[in-house]
């Protein structure tokens, strides 16, 4: 039997199964909804699979019976009952150009078309009720909404009045959900977001969220046990082009591509997208963040001075969910995929990460080229000359590729809050760089503005903004901050920094050994 094709770029589940390309069988999970019908929502990272779920309910509703042969599903449905179904996707609706009522107005004119109801109303919210109505008359409806917050998340970052102008159109746009639901037999809505569920969903009855339920934790993604059952093809023939055993290719997809948890006692699934482009171009790249840069968050990052993802461990309801008003980076980079969860504590508190080496290097460098000005395509070489000084020992020869950058900086990156864009800088080029570095690490006498170790050293270092090196190392000193260190078996080097205003550069730098290994 010919080797099933990778389903690259393709969110049709139809065209999927008709064409033969490769589906990893989630129809139990999508059984287990239906048999408890209501209203559903699940928020998960963008391409990761929610619509294809979409897709795939939509079939399963109008009982395309043949799409399904061979799934966990066939012999369990009841395919002699089919069902009206109302699919609409947020994220291909011009809303950008037409505006989002337009917008709408037009998406569910072509949906009344489609469905043979003919409309007698005047806004994109009644004939929205009107198809629901006429629909329901024969038969209780399924209604998919994909993406519901896209003309939301478009504007973060951007234009909070829009967002928000978007956000009370689609809650009354949506009320109608809450207005039919006798005649509706299912709701199944997907976002990347939870930042403005309680705005628009408030009226859904019991709506039941599925994004950090246990029993939905891998719905979505690709578990281990599912990559090495359904890819064995695509895993053997990957690891005889590199040059690896499987075992070794599958620890090195693993550290790149796996790690998206949904739950804290839930398995880590891989991200679906990454997997497919890389079993196809058999090469380790950063596929997901090229599908798209996170732009506006960024952009809210830079607002909020927010340039080390490395956040205390916080209780579950602390990255939930949030308003646009109020908007939490914990959060926000949790539901968009760029932390997830690593572990939870007896006192049940989470802590959150980066998920893989994929999205760790690609967020640094966006991160980089956000609050350091370095394009992304050049932080690499930059890196590599940062590296090669450290592991040479060599702390002249770093300050002064640091002293490089500094100079080449646009003015406005740092005009307002100098002392914490230099700080921001050093973090991510040495986070980047594959050091360990820890910036801000509480002693039980101060605080360390950064602890960097490399395999041979420790460097605990400490910045001021128009005082003098000397002045910051006295106070490394000072405060005894290398103490907790002096039994790593390393040297540990105390290292201060001053930085000029006026300069908008590295001043001067002193070094010096307070513990040998």
């Known amino acids: 039997m010919a080797r099933k094709r990778l389903p690259i770029g393709l969110q049709d589940f139809r065209k999927i199964i008709e064409n033969d390309f490769k589906y990893i069988d989630k129809t139990r999970y999508i059984y287990q909804i239906c ?43 009841d395919w002699s009952k089919t069902w009206s179904v109302i699919r609409l996707s947020l994220k291909d609706v011009n809303f950008e150009q037409l505006g989002l009522e337009k917008a709408l107005f037009d998406r569910v004119e072509e949906l009344s078309k489609k469905m043979n109801v003919p409309l007698t109303k005047t806004t994109a919210r009644d004939q929205f009720r009107e198809i629901i109505q006429v629909l329901g ?25 829009k967002a928000e102008d978007n956000r009370e159109l689609l809650k009354g746009f949506f009320s109608v959900l809450k207005e039919l639901d006798a005649l509706i037999e299912l709701v199944f809505l997907t976002g990347v977001s939870k930042f403005s569920k309680v705005g628009i969903f408030s009226g859904l009855n019991n709506l039941r969220d ?4 246990a029993q939905y934790a891998t719905m979505l993604g690709y578990t281990q046990e599912e990559l090495e059952s359904n890819f064995v ?61 996170p732009s506006f968050l960024v952009n809210i990052l830079k607002t909020e001075g927010v340039f080390d ?14 308003e646009l008003n109020q908007i939490k980076p914990i959060a926000l980079l949790f539901q968009t995929g760029y932390l997830t969860i690593q572990s939870k504590d007896e006192d049940g508190l989470v802590s959150l990460d980066y ?9 640094l460098e966006v991160l980089i080229e956000g609050f350091v000005g370095v394009d992304a395509e050049l932080s690499a070489a930059l890196i590599i000359k940062i590296r090669n000084a450290f592991r040479a020992n ?13 100079k080449k900086l646009p003015y406005f990156l740092h005009e307002h809050y100098p002392e914490k864009f230099f700080h921001a800088a050093i973090h991510l080029l040495f986070s980047y760089l594959g050091v360990r ?3 801000e690490v509480c002693t039980s006498d101060g605080r360390i503005d950064s602890l960097v170790e490399t395999d041979t050293h420790i460097y605990i270092l400490e910045y001021k903004l128009d005082q003098s090196a000397q002045v910051a190392l006295e106070q490394i000193k000072l405060k005894r901050y290398y103490q907790a260190y002096w039994n790593v078996g390393k040297p540990v080097v105390g290292v201060g920094v001053n930085f000029s205003s006026k300069s908008k550069n590295i001043e001067g730098w002193v070094a010096e050994t307070l513990a040998d290994a």
Do not use: C
């Open 35 to 77: 048999q408890s019908p209501g209203a559903y929502f699940l928020s998960r990272p963008r391409r990761f699979g929610k619509s294809i779920t979409i897709a795939t309910l939509q079939e399963l509703y109008l009982g395309s019976k043949e799409l399904f042969k061979g799934l966990w599903i066939e012999d369990k449905w």
């Open 137 to 161: 008359q024969e038969q209780k409806v399924v209604i998919l909404i994909d993406e519901y917050d896209a003309p939301i998340i478009h504007y973060l970052g951007k234009n909070l009045g």
């Open 210 to 213: 599925l994004t950090m339920d």
């Open 233 to 293: 093809e695509e895993i053997e023939l990957t690891a005889e082009q590199l040059k690896l055993s499987k075992v070794e290719l599958l620890e090195q997809m693993r550290v790149w591509y796996n790690g998206y948890r949904f739950h804290p006692h839930a398995a880590s699934v891989y991200n679906p997208v990454s997997s497919n482009l890389f079993f196809e171009q058999q090469e380790f790249q950063n596929f997901w963040f090229a599908t798209g840069t």
């Open 309 to 322: 993802l490395h956040f205390p461990a916080t209780s579950l309801s602390g990255f939930e969910s949030f």
């Open 355 to 363: 998920p893989n080496k994929e999205v760790r290097d690609s967020m």
């Open 394 to 406: 060599d702390l002249e020869r770093v300050i002064q590729i640091l002293q490089e950058v500094f």
């Open 437 to 439: 570095i820890h910036s």
